[in-house]
């Protein structure tokens, strides 16, 4: 059971670029996250979507593009990448409702550079 | 989200019990308790929640206070494994959108 799957690990990118960083989960959860987590910080939510064809901002959306069109994945876009978005990005997902009684489940991290 | 407050760091011997703190003064009735680890170069861990009562696992214990007011993690035998940062999140809607502070960095030393 692979869990909650990020790829790549690492990543640099120059100024400008654009990537995508992917997400996959196997246990047909209906939600999905994407925090970033910068150096001696906790993680902060970027994009969240609570099944496929419906995404909502976190507290830090500007610059990421987010899309679900199916319930295993949840990419991540970065339009035009800035240094200011170098940080170590997690995916996690949870099974849907619960009103605080479920738990998420995380991936091991992209750590991206920005140079 | 009520806010937590956590110390920022705590040391423990290896083999020995570690209680770590968190205060929620601020708590609402419907918030769940949750706690979670985070472990050098590695996403968070769910560790255990709880409401009202305390909690055993296979990792830890959860003990609330009467109030819930204040909540510890209780690790039984901690391990060097153990070293992580641990965040008590306040949770009453998705754990899709949880709000993490900056956790308390637990050194375990042999």
């Known amino acids: 059971n692979a869990g909650v799957t990020q790829t790549p690990k690492f990543q640099v990118l120059k100024t400008g670029q654009s990537m995508t960083l992917q997400c996959a989960q196997d246990?047909?959860?209906?939600?999905m996250s994407w925090y970033r987590q910068d150096p001696g910080m906790g993680l902060r939510l970027i994009h969240y979507s609570v099944g496929a064809g419906i995404t909502d901002q976190g507290e830090v959306p500007n610059g990421y593009n987010v899309s679900r069109s199916t319930t295993e994945d949840f990419p991540l876009r970065l339009l035009s990448a800035a240094p200011s978005q170098t940080s170590v990005y997690f995916c996690?997902?949870?099974?849907?409702?619960?009103?605080?009684?479920?738990?998420?489940?995380f991936g091991q991290g992209t750590r991206l550079t920005v140079v | 989200d009520a806010k937590t407050t956590q110390p920022n760091s705590m040391e423990s011997n290896e083999e020995e019990p570690v209680h770590l703190p968190c205060n929620h003064s601020?708590?609402?009735?419907?918030?769940?308790i949750h706690w979670y680890r985070q472990l050098p170069s590695q996403g968070p861990e769910y560790v255990i929640h709880?409401?009202?009562s305390n909690v055993n696992n296979r990792m830890a214990s959860l003990a609330i206070a009467e109030d819930r007011k204040s909540s510890t993690l209780i690790l039984h035998r901690a391990t060097l494994r153990d070293a992580a940062v641990y965040y008590c999140i306040l949770n009453s809607g998705t754990a899709s959108k949880l709000t993490f502070g900056t956790g308390t960095r637990l050194q375990v030393t042999l």
């Open positions: 996690a997902s949870t099974r849907e409702g619960g009103r605080g009684n479920t738990e998420a489940f």
């Open positions: 601020t708590i609402s009735g419907t918030d769940y």
């Open positions: 709880g409401l009202t």
């Open positions: 246990m047909n959860h209906e939600y």
